[in-house]
């Protein structure tokens, strides 16, 4: 069927970083990787006071295996979509602020300004998420809910 081609594709697009990278993490490779960003980032540092380098990215990687996995069973589930949708809407906030408080992220690169650039991709998937959640109807419920119109 193709119905809604080009949105399983997006969101297919988002499952599969998440389960790729969140398998990673299982990785001592991933788990010193991902240090300098999560222990900069005012969201996630206060991982390492609960959790190992190893431990922390294993769960960080356990919640992106479990939102690809609602993500793949939205669609045939819309109403999972909500939660799905919600979960990988905070992943790539979290990720994308790793713009902004991971010291040397912004740079002069032959007089061309850049950023890391495996960060910036998460607007896409970021913007993916946002209408997984959209199609979930969680947006209209709460918008019924606090009477606004949409």
Not at 19 to 32: C, D, N, R, S, V
Not at 44 to 71: C, D, H, K, N
Not at 94 to 118: A, E, H, Q, R
């Amino acid at each position: 069927m193709v119905k809604d081609i080009g949105y399983k594709v997006a969101v297919l697009g988002v499952v599969l970083p998440l389960i790729w990278i969140g398998i990673f993490k299982f990785t001592l490779t991933e788990a010193e990787a991902i240090k300098p960003m999560v222990e900069n980032s005012p969201l996630m540092s206060w991982l390492y006071s609960i959790f190992s380098v190893q431990g922390a990215s294993r769960l960080i990687g356990s919640i992106e295996i479990i939102t690809a996995i609602g993500l793949i069973t939205s669609l045939k589930f819309p109403k999972i979509g909500a939660y799905a949708g919600v979960a990988s809407t905070f992943i790539f906030l979290g990720t994308l602020s790793f713009m902004f408080t991971t010291p040397g992220t912004w740079k002069t690169v032959d007089g061309v300004f850049i950023t890391n650039f495996f960060i910036l991709k998460d607007v896409v998937l970021l913007g993916t998420s946002l209408m997984v959640v959209e199609r979930s109807g969680l947006l209209e419920k709460i918008a019924k809910k606090c009477n606004l119109k949409m």
